[in-house]
């Protein structure tokens, strides 16, 4: 179940925004139950994103894209150790022969088929007008999602760097971006994400919405590992394990 787990990590970062300005702080909370061997879940993240960066804190892990350094940090809080990996990230340098051929034939087993809908429905959600959009994904291991997705365009975005980074944290998850390219092709932000996963008996029904955005200067230190971190190889055998 490692491998819904990373998927959903990527799914999270498909519904962030990056702006030019000062630093941008979201506020996420989601909803989830049905999770194998998980309690029902309610968690609030926070999103923080500057200028060629972004970081991403959940419960018991962040991860921090730093396009303007090369660099791709996730921290472990619980180890107190993080992982780094130079940008644009190719896997050749960092997998063995004998083991790349078993991430590629992973990657394939894991990679999604997305249809996009568009429809004329709209609404006001945290007062900005946004679009429905509805979203049908599955792959060869039998996942199956469907989604209702709304967007807004009602504020001033620079989405660029976003679908970079986005696509940097694809390739660090060796899963192919294929399915996240398209995804990102979609018009404005999600504000608001009601997702269905279902994959063999299991069904995980999930709630996410944007819930505030501010901007205010980042504390120093945002976008880097704690200086009492310990750094620690990264084995995608371990990261990519069932």
């Given at each position: 179940?490692?491998?819904?787990?990373?998927?959903?990590?990527?799914?999270?970062?498909?519904?962030?925004?990056?702006?030019?300005?000062?630093?941008?702080?979201?506020?996420?909370?989601?909803?989830?139950?049905?999770?194998?061997?998980?309690?029902?879940?309610?968690?609030?993240?926070?999103?923080?994103?500057?200028?060629?960066?972004?970081?991403?804190?959940?419960?018991?892990?962040?991860?921090?894209?730093?396009?303007?350094?090369?660099?791709?940090?996730?921290?472990?809080?619980?180890?107190?150790?993080?992982?780094?990996?130079d940008l644009p990230?190719?896997?050749?340098?960092?997998?063995?022969?004998?083991?790349?051929?078993?991430?590629?034939?992973?990657?394939?087993?894991?990679?999604?088929?997305?249809?996009?809908?568009?429809?004329?429905?709209?609404?006001?959600?945290?007062?900005?007008?946004?679009?429905?959009?509805?979203?049908?994904?599955?792959?060869?291991?039998?996942?199956?999602?469907?989604?209702?997705?709304?967007?807004?365009?009602?504020?001033?975005?620079?989405i660029e760097n976003?679908?970079?980074?986005?696509?940097?944290?694809?390739?660090?998850?060796?899963?192919?971006?294929?399915?996240?390219?398209?995804?990102?092709?979609?018009?404005?932000?999600?504000v608001l994400r009601?997702?269905?996963?279902?994959?063999?008996?299991?069904?995980?029904?999930?709630?996410?919405?944007?819930?505030?955005?501010?901007?205010?200067?980042?504390?120093?230190?945002?976008?880097?590992?704690?200086?009492?971190?310990?750094?620690?190889?990264?084995?995608?055998?371990?990261?990519?394990?069932?």
């Amino acid at each position: 179940m490692q491998r819904i787990r990373i998927l959903w990590a990527l799914l999270t970062l498909v519904a962030s925004v990056s702006t030019l300005a000062a630093d941008t702080v979201l506020m996420v909370r989601t909803t989830s139950e049905g999770m194998p061997g998980i309690a029902a879940q309610d968690e609030t993240r926070t999103v923080w994103i500057g200028e060629e960066r972004i970081r991403e804190d959940g419960a018991d892990q962040s991860v921090i894209v730093d396009l303007g350094g090369s660099k791709l940090f996730v921290l472990k809080h619980r180890s107190k150790s993080y992982h780094v990996l130079d940008l644009p990230i190719d896997l050749t340098q960092l997998v063995p022969e004998e083991q790349l051929q078993d991430l590629r034939e992973q990657a394939d087993r894991m990679a999604m088929e997305v249809a996009v809908t568009p429809t004329d429905e709209t609404r006001e959600i945290q007062s900005l007008p946004s679009k429905k959009f509805d979203l049908t994904m599955s792959n060869a291991m039998g996942l199956q999602m469907t989604i209702e997705l709304w967007t807004t365009t009602a504020l001033e975005i620079d989405i660029e760097n976003y679908k970079r980074m986005t696509l940097e944290m694809a390739a660090a998850q060796a899963m192919g971006n294929d399915w996240v390219k398209k995804i990102l092709e979609i018009e404005g932000f999600p504000v608001l994400r009601e997702m269905t996963v279902a994959m063999g008996e299991y069904e995980m029904v999930t709630r996410e919405e944007l819930f505030s955005v501010e901007t205010r200067e980042a504390p120093e230190g945002t976008y880097l590992p704690p200086p009492d971190y310990e750094l620690e190889p990264l084995d995608f055998r371990d990261e990519a394990a069932p």
